[in-house]
């Protein structure tokens, strides 16, 4: 018996010791903390050098920290001087010294002035360059330029970058002013016009020329994706319009009049498919609040086809009610459709009804621009509330959408 014991006295002893160790080996883990600096401590760099900061990597209390580091200090690679970059976590902080010399390694010259002027859409022509590494070996042919900020209005940058056999880089900037140009040559910007989506499987009654099915707009939309074809924002469009953005060639906006449930049920699913973004013109006294708040996606926007001027009463165009209107009305309308949807980028005229008042009216109420249901492209210099677009019908052949989108 007192074996027994003896040995029942030794297993919780060792069991005591044991676990003991294990919480000396759990604290000691959970307390270590410490930062260091990735990369050296001190770094020289060329002037106009290329500084890529590495950062640090801090572990407090045996947990990985590195996500908390604020990093405080800038390099002005432009500049010669001595600089510091410090990184701080909990209570550690480490400092890493920058010295930017007061000649460039590689050397790389510009020619001509450094200052440009071009119109937008007109070709740039490249004044020069050269470079060459610390021993005189020419560079020159190794220079990368990058010019594709040239197609927005305003100052802009050229970048020139070299790099020598050491991995050392250099990079320098030439200003050029983009003046705004409504004048260069480009065969506009297709604006879709579609209406209703259905399922070929459980075809609508009412099925006419402004429908279209699942499987068409599937097709398609693929077909966009595959081309690569952009899709800018109203914001672009209207950059677009006053000659201060170039659009890529393939570019395209599609949009959908009248947000009815069979658009919503049955289109949104396919531009989420394929990730293509599109705007729906919502008659906002049909539900309209209602619509917004359940179908939000990241590849639909939802604009204003008024709240409810979209009816009959008026004797121009199709007859919509607005020339049968006050002015008042119609803005007390155009207003409350803005509310509705939260945005007032773009109008699409009911029934595409539109005369020179109605226009101001829309301009007064806060839109930016404007869609008929006119045949064409949107072109630079365009009256912005008076935007044409390109009109989808029914079992429309590939090649008939094609020809609509494509450049030429």
């Given at each position: ?6 040995f ?5 002893a060792?069991a005591?010791v ?8 759990l604290e000691?883990y959970?307390?270590?903390s410490?930062m260091t ?5 001190e770094?020289t760099i060329?002037?106009n050098?290329?500084y890529d900061?590495?950062?640090a990597t801090a572990?407090?209390h045996g947990q990985?920290?590195s996500?908390e ?12 001087g001595?600089y510091?970059?410090t990184y ?6 480490v400092?890493r010294?920058?010295?930017?010399l007061?000649e460039?390694?590689?050397v790389l010259t510009l020619?001509?002035?450094t ?6 859409g ?8 050269s470079?060459?590494?610390s021993?005189g ?11 594709d900020t ?14 020598d056999?050491?991995?050392k ?15 260069y040559k480009?065969?506009g ?7 209703y989506?259905?399922d070929e499987?459980?075809i609508?009654a ?6 279209i099915?699942i499987?068409?707009?599937?097709e398609?939309?693929e077909w966009?994706k595959?081309e690569d074809?952009y899709f ?10 006053e000659?201060k953005?170039l659009?890529p ?15 919503l049920?049955?289109g949104i699913?396919?531009?989420?498919k ?5 705007t729906?013109?919502v008659i906002t006294?049909?539900?309209g609040a ?7 996606s990241?590849?639909i926007?939802?604009e204003?086809?008024s709240?409810g ?9 199709h007859?919509?009610?607005f ?7 119609i803005?007390a309308?155009?207003?409350?459709s803005i ?5 007032s980028?773009?109008?699409a005229?009911p029934?595409?009804d539109y ?5 101001e009216?829309?301009?007064q109420?806060g839109?930016k621009?404007?869609?008929t249901t006119?045949?064409g492209?949107a072109?630079?210099?365009?009256d912005?509330f008076?935007?044409?677009?390109q ?5 429309q052949?590939?090649e008939?959408?094609?020809a609509?989108?494509?450049?030429y």
């Amino acid at each position: 018996m007192k074996n027994k014991m003896g040995f029942k006295i030794l297993i919780m002893a060792v069991a005591v010791v044991a676990a003991g160790i294990f919480l000396c080996t759990l604290e000691y883990y959970t307390s270590e903390s410490y930062m260091t600096l990735n990369g050296e401590p001190e770094i020289t760099i060329g002037l106009n050098g290329m500084y890529d900061d590495l950062g640090a990597t801090a572990v407090l209390h045996g947990q990985d920290a590195s996500g908390e580091i604020v990093t405080t200090g800038q390099v002005d690679t432009t500049t010669p001087g001595t600089y510091t970059v410090t990184y701080s976590a909990g209570n550690f902080t480490v400092d890493r010294t920058v010295t930017v010399l007061t000649e460039m390694d590689p050397v790389l010259t510009l020619k001509g002035d450094t200052t440009q002027t071009i119109k937008l859409g007109d070709e740039y022509t490249e004044p020069g360059y050269s470079a060459s590494d610390s021993s005189g070996n020419d560079l020159t042919a190794s220079v990368v330029v990058r010019n594709d900020t040239l197609n927005r209005a305003g100052p802009q940058q050229v970048e020139y970058t070299v790099t020598d056999a050491s991995g050392k880089s250099t990079r320098v900037y030439r200003t050029v002013n983009v003046e705004p140009n409504t004048e260069y040559k480009t065969s506009g910007l297709p604006i879709c016009m579609f209406h209703y989506v259905y399922d070929e499987n459980n075809i609508p009654a009412n099925v006419n020329a402004n429908w279209i099915s699942i499987e068409d707009l599937s097709e398609e939309l693929e077909w966009l994706k595959s081309e690569d074809f952009y899709f800018p924002t109203w914001q672009e469009v209207s950059d677009y319009l006053e000659g201060k953005l170039l659009l890529p060639p393939k570019s395209v906006v599609l949009t959908f009049d009248d947000c009815t449930y069979e658009f919503l049920n049955n289109g949104i699913p396919v531009l989420e498919k394929y990730q293509v973004p599109a705007t729906s013109f919502v008659i906002t006294k049909n539900s309209g609040a209602k619509k917004v708040a359940e179908y939000q996606s990241p590849y639909i926007t939802f604009e204003s086809h008024s709240d409810g001027l979209h009816t009959g009463g008026g004797n121009i165009g199709h007859g919509g009610i607005f020339s049968a209107l006050s002015d008042e009305a119609i803005l007390a309308d155009l207003k409350k459709s803005i509310d509705i949807v939260g945005r007032s980028d773009v109008f699409a005229y009911p029934y595409g009804d539109y005369n020179d008042h109605f226009e101001e009216l829309v301009e007064q109420a806060g839109f930016k621009c404007a869609l008929t249901t006119r045949q064409g492209r949107a072109k630079p210099g365009d009256d912005p509330f008076r935007l044409p677009r390109q009109r989808m019908a029914r079992n429309q052949s590939m090649e008939a959408f094609r020809a609509m989108v494509l450049p030429y």
